[in-house]
């Protein structure tokens, strides 16, 4: 792939952005309207969208090595689900050190069945639909992938915190500034469980807007023509780790991966074993 050759891929970003468009426009929705009863299962929800969101950041990974391991459909489905199944037991162990005892109470409750299955079994039909029929350059689609999870694990990150703090400051002082008197504050809600819910719901649909776009930049001419990802340079590395060192360091594995992602694209082909020892290489970093 030449730089006159690598084009914005309009197709595949409108495919990307899509859901996230459909999940931005609900949860927008069910912000504004007002709350029904008493209930907190939106609170209970939005903790489970972290969680799965933070799954989502490894089952695009397990979408990667699928595709850089990819021979034939069957052989790339069996991969995806057994790397699937290896997930699930790592995060059934983790669960049991977490809530020691409490795990069989957790998981006899249906309540907790009825938050978890839907999106487990949205994310599994998607990654096997994806892997099943997939027709293209495998490893091309699979250094899109290495970019887009690194992006939204930043991205997740940056989320969880410390932009909540942030938010919830900016909204303590411009109350503070409303109950002083200061004009042109009528417009922000009274401190409630409507206003928290509200907030809470709109900050994900925020995210979600965020995410997207992460996601669709795989797609772009910008990242066909560099390798580069959107959060791996060294201001962004900054402000998602919070330390001179750690972004510096971050910032120079970006350099190298993008170096590599940028020969996949334009052709250069790695072998499976290779790119697990350059994996390997780079955790390590």
């Not at 030449?2 to 426009?25: F, M, N, S």
């Not at 790397?83 to 059934?92: E, Y």
């Not at 069945?113 to 892997?131: E, F, H, Q, S, T």
Request: proline share 4%; hydrophobic share 55%; with cysteine.
């Amino acid at each position: 792939m030449t730089a006159i050759t690598a084009r914005t891929d309009w197709g595949a970003l409108a495919t990307t952005l899509l859901v996230p468009a459909l999940v931005v426009a609900g949860l927008t929705r069910l912000a504004l309207q007002p709350q029904w009863d008493d209930s907190a299962e939106w609170l209970d929800g939005l903790v489970v969208l972290i969680l799965f969101e933070g799954v989502r950041v490894l089952v695009l990974r397990i979408l990667r090595d699928t595709l850089h391991e990819y021979r034939r459909p069957w052989q790339a489905v069996k991969f995806f689900l057994f790397s699937m199944l290896i997930l699930a037991g790592i995060c059934l162990v983790l669960a049991v050190f977490t809530f020691k005892w409490q795990i069989f109470s957790i998981l006899a409750d249906p309540h907790t069945w009825k938050l978890v299955l839907p999106p487990l079994a949205l994310i599994v039909a998607d990654g096997v639909v994806n892997v099943a029929f997939f027709r293209g350059d495998a490893q091309r689609a699979a250094a899109q992938l290495d970019a887009a999870a690194d992006d939204a694990e930043d991205w997740l990150g940056l989320a969880v915190f410390p932009t909540p703090l942030l938010v919830a400051l900016a909204y303590g002082l411009l109350f503070f500034l409303q109950v002083r008197g200061v004009s042109g504050l009528s417009w922000l809600p009274p401190l409630s469980l409507d206003t928290l819910r509200e907030i809470g719901l709109l900050y994900a649909a925020f995210y979600f807007c965020g995410k997207a776009i992460v996601l669709a930049h795989m797609h772009t001419a910008h990242f066909l023509r560099t390798g580069k990802r959107l959060l791996g340079s060294r201001i962004a590395q900054l402000i998602i780790t919070r330390s001179f060192d750690l972004s510096r360091r971050n910032a120079l594995d970006e350099q190298r991966a993008a170096t590599r992602r940028l020969a996949i694209l334009q052709g250069a082909r790695v072998e499976p074993d290779e790119y697990a020892v350059q994996r390997q290489q780079r955790s390590g970093a």
